[in-house]
């Protein structure tokens, strides 16, 4: 009884403030209306929906948040601590949910990168035509708040036969020292037919308790290209709800990384649309959780047109009391023949008190596929950890050594010589530190 009450009451504490900024003549207030409207009609889930069964969010956010507070303001920040070394970029940075102009910089030619708000104001005839078309704010209340108050974001639109070499990176800075934050953002990704591009988004936090809500909507036409990178590095009571849709269209390819290094609660949604003919769409997740760290990774791929091509690869080391959770769901329409569908979760737990919970699913409409999916869960090999002792290893050396190739699987599949670099540091860095 009492966690209805509380589901109703943040609810309402939510649509209201949500009800006051629209009354500030907001340009896109239809669209931001209609997802309040879902929003209240859902309400945030409780402990027995069953798509957040294991993901206690409305609970740690009634607990950690005032909805009704003004969020830390941060108008200065030195990113150079948390930026990828080396990385030849197009940056845009984000403190506390609001774009920062003069920490950001775009130089590539033949890209559009605006802000939302600048491509709301401006009347982008493209980010309008798209802009929540995709993110389905009617089944997910989380979803539906970020369409109903996301504060900014970007739009990204490479134009047809377009090859952007340099990647688009997202620092988004949550600095919760002079009191709590709650960001809401949206991106907009278009890529255009024959085109390509690479966008990284990246988490850092310091403080005390933060909350961010992304929702990433990205179109990938025909023949078109598109690597799509989440590194997740938080610190401290950090807890974070993203959804990424993408829509691949014929013989369009897309690659996609999410990364959670750290955090306190973290929730990645993934869907895919499989809308075309000889697609290919590859999903990579490592998460490596210690402490009281939940990460849960859902993951839906729906293929609807034959002879398309999915594979998801996902990973996890658990430690001290730390949670993981995967839920991989693949579906296979009636016309979708000629399908390939792979999908494995594979986790590591390194002490008793750590768990996991995974769940892969498959549904198929069609007769001439080839789908499979698996998972496992277990512990290091002691005889192995015991070989490299004998070779005058050391225990902890070991350890660390055997999770690093473990995780390795998966940072095999990084394209991007400077990111790859980056990510096998922080990787190795936190398999000694924490395991």
């Known amino acids: 009884m009492s966690v209805t009450v509380s589901k109703k009451n943040i609810t309402q504490e939510i649509a209201s403030g949500i009800e006051k900024n629209l009354a500030a003549n907001i340009s896109d207030s239809a669209l931001r209306k209609e997802a309040l409207e879902a929003f209240r009609a859902l309400g945030l889930p409780a402990n027995k929906s069953e798509e957040y069964k294991f993901t206690p969010i409305t609970r740690a956010l009634e607990k950690n948040f005032e909805f009704s507070g003004p969020n ?6 030195d990113i150079t601590p948390i930026a990828i070394p080396g990385l030849d970029a197009d940056v845009l940075v984000f403190l506390n949910g609001v774009f920062s102009k003069t920490a950001s910089s775009i130089t590539s030619k033949n890209l559009t990168v605006l802000t939302i708000q600048e491509a709301i104001a401006s009347k982008n005839e493209v980010a309008l035509k798209h802009l929540g078309k995709y993110a389905d704010f009617k089944t997910d209340a989380l979803v539906a708040w970020n ?3 996301f504060q900014d974001g970007v739009f990204v639109h490479v134009a047809d036969n377009t090859i952007i070499e340099k990647p688009v990176v997202l620092y988004h800075i949550h600095d919760a020292s002079a009191g709590q934050v709650i960001s809401l953002n949206r991106n907009l990704i278009i890529v255009g037919k024959s085109s390509s591009v690479t966008v990284l988004e990246k988490f850092d936090s310091t403080g ?3 909350f961010s809500n992304t929702v990433t ?3 990938v036409a025909e023949n078109a290209g598109l690597e799509l990178y989440s ?3 938080d610190n401290g009571p950090r807890y974070q709800f993203g959804l990424t849709q993408i829509h691949q269209s014929n013989f369009s390819r897309v690659n996609t990384y999410t990364f959670t290094l750290s955090g306190k609660l973290v929730r990645n949604n993934l869907h895919f649309v499989l809308n075309g003919e000889g697609i290919e769409s590859h999903m990579y997740g490592l998460y490596l959780l210690a402490k009281d760290t939940l990460a849960d990774n859902h993951t839906v791929v729906d293929h609807k047109k034959p002879n398309s091509f999915s594979n998801e690869l996902y990973k996890g080391i658990m430690g001290d ?4 959770v995967f839920n991989g769901k693949i579906y296979v329409r009636p016309d979708a023949q000629k399908t390939n569908a792979f999908q494995a979760n594979r986790n590591i737990l390194l002490t008793d008190k750590a768990t996991v919970n995974t769940k892969p699913q498959l549904e198929i409409w069609a007769d001439d596929v080839k789908c499979s999916h698996g998972c496992t869960t277990g512990q290091l090999d002691e005889e192995a950890l015991f070989y490299l002792q004998t070779r005058g290893i050391g225990k902890d050396t070991a350890l660390a050594m055997m999770l690093y190739a473990f995780a390795g699987e998966v940072l095999e599949y990084v394209k991007h010589p400077v990111i790859k670099e980056y990510l096998d540091n922080v990787i190795s860095e936190r398999l000694h530190k924490n395991f």
């Open 231 to 233: 590194i997740q590095n």
């Open 208 to 210: 005390s308790a933060n």
């Open 72 to 77: 830390a303001i941060v108008k200065e920040f």
């Open 321 to 324: 009391s730390s949670k993981g």
């Open 217 to 219: 909507e990205a179109i």
């Open 147 to 149: 369409t109903a108050a």
